[in-house]
């Protein structure tokens, strides 16, 4: 099975601006967390005490690419 590395994640923690579903994104060497509903962005150190499942699983992708 080929390793597909995702550059977005939909995940369940709520955008403190207006409550939709943030997206957890990788750009470049950066992670943050968006929302797509109004266009914020938040950094991941914000959220990293209430991850989900979602996160978690992408932050370790992310770290699987890095080395
Ligand atoms: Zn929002």
Redesign the pocket.
Known sequence: MAYFALREKETSIK?P????T?KIVRSCREVKMR?D????SWPLSEFINQADEAMEEFIQNVYIDRI
């Open positions: 955008c601006k207006c409550g939709k943030l929302c509903a109004c266009g914020s």
